[in-house]
């Protein structure tokens, strides 16, 4: 007798993975980290001005998109670099940056939360944000940050 299958936890195996579309280079054990000094003298550049600041909606919407408890992530921080897009108006903001990691990236959803909540200091490159509205992408790579999760351009946030 053949046992029903959940699709989230058939995604447990590499080869069920690739099926699916999952990108299975990214571990988070392999993800490299930056000292806090990196960190802290990138953050010292920070300017909240050039930022979207996710509110309590958009952050609940993070926690849908990533299958995970509400309230996870209440009280986080997140910033994505201001942009409306160009084809709806909408104001990207950090669950458009989390939907282009699962829908463009194919990342994990488990491995989007352990970079987002993880211990690791990480430091990343800006990258094209697609609308989670129309699905257009951004025409130019733009900047995040949450707590211990970050990106610059030229070094300035």
């Known amino acids: 007798m053949n046992k029903p299958t959940n699709e989230r936890h058939a995604t447990g195996s590499t080869a069920a993975a690739s099926a699916h579309g999952i990108n299975t280079v990214f ?10 000094q990196e ?9 909240p001005d050039r930022f979207t600041k996710s509110d309590q909606f ?3 919407r993070v926690e849908l998109l990533l ?3 509400p309230g996870v992530l209440a009280g986080e921080n997140m910033y994505l ?3 409306k897009c160009q084809s709806c108006g909408k104001q990207l ?14 990342h994990h959803k488990s491995f989007v939360v352990h970079t987002l ?16 509205n129309c699905d257009t992408v951004s025409d ?3 900047n995040y940050w949450i707590n211990n999760y970050q990106c610059c351009n030229s070094g300035n946030i």
């Open 81 to 83: 670099e201001s942009y």
């Open 39 to 47: 960190f802290a003298l990138l953050l010292s550049t920070f300017d």
């Open 27 to 36: 571990d988070y054990e392999k993800v490299s980290t930056v000292s806090p």
């Open 58 to 60: 958009d952050i609940q």
């Open 117 to 132: 909540i993880g211990a690791k200091m990480i430091r990343n490159k800006h990258r094209p944000v697609r609308c989670s």
């Open 67 to 69: 299958d995970i408890k």
């Open 93 to 106: 903001a950090f669950s458009d940056f989390v939907y282009t990691a699962i829908k463009d990236a194919g």
């Open 140 to 142: 130019k790579p733009l």
